[in-house]
T-cell receptor
Framework: GNSVTQMEGPVTLSEEAFLTINCTYTATGYPSLFWYVQYPGEGLQLLLKATKADDKGSNKGFEATYRKETTSFHLEKGSVQVSDSAVYFCALSPTGNQFYFGTGTSLTVIP | KAGVTQTPRYLIKTRGQQVTLSCSPISGHRSVSWYQQTPGQGLQFLFEYFSETQRNKGNFPGRFSGRQFSNSRSEMNVSTLELGDSALYLC?????????????FGPGTRLTVT
């Protein structure tokens, strides 16, 4: 079946620290992979995506590389800001019309 | 361009009642998907509609149903509510579905069942 496993939170970092949120997946075929971010009181927003193996998605300083050999799509950012505090969701879509999400990782960045 | 809107934003219902949630997609978007978000289970896919037809369905009981109108607006109905149905229900729209098209999420409807 299809599933996503995310690193348990919450994660608390100091401003300018390095961020890694682990995400591994199980899927049939060759899914597309996504990271979404949810700010308090808002819906989810697409942060970045990768549609095939070895693709690197990037946006707003965040990066994630589609690793088929390790079935992973870890999210990284070199220097986090207070404004990055949010909940981050890893997701996959095998067909394009149905998405499977991880349980989310809450990030708090303190000044 | 207006984003995805969901109404109402908050609902309190009693066990056994039914509820209807509404979602208006971004203008021009024809695909609407619904998700249930809970602290324990995260986001779970309910169903997806495209051009008034249900195209995909998740693993939820038949108490959960939906429909889409000709203007792409969508409604979700839950009958015989249970305590476990308390959740944030999110709607997402995209141009035509498919992972190449970004899904835009609404703010959600917070349903509390007492």
């Amino acid at each position: 079946g299809n599933s996503v496993t995310q690193m348990e939170g919450p994660v608390t970092l100091s401003e300018e620290a390095f961020l890694t949120i682990n995400c591994t997946y199980t899927a049939t075929g060759y899914p597309s992979l996504f990271w979404y971010v949810q700010y308090p009181g808002e819906g989810l927003q697409l942060l970045l995506k990768a549609t095939k193996a070895d693709d690197k998605g990037s946006n707003k300083g965040f990066e994630a590389t589609y690793r088929k050999e390790t079935t992973s799509f870890h999210l990284e950012k070199g220097s986090v800001q207070v404004s990055d505090s949010a909940v981050y969701f890893c997701a996959l879509s095998p067909t394009g019309n149905q998405f499977y999400f991880g349980t989310g990782t809450s990030l708090t960045v303190i000044p | 361009k207006a984003g995805v809107t969901q109404t109402p934003r908050y609902l309190i219902k009693t066990r056994g009642q039914q509820v209807t949630l509404s979602c208006s997609p971004i203008s021009g978007h024809r695909s609407v998907s619904w998700y249930q978000q809970t602290p324990g289970q995260g986001l779970q896919f309910l169903f997806e509609y495209f051009s008034e037809t249900q195209r995909n369905k998740g693993n939820f009981p038949g108490r959960f149903s939906g429909r889409q109108f000709s203007n792409s607006r969508s409604e979700m109905n839950v009958s015989t509510l249970e305590l476990g149905d308390s959740a944030l229900y999110l709607c997402a729209s995209s141009l035509s579905g498919g992972s190449l098209y970004e899904q835009y999420f609404g703010p959600g409807t917070r349903l509390t069942v007492t």
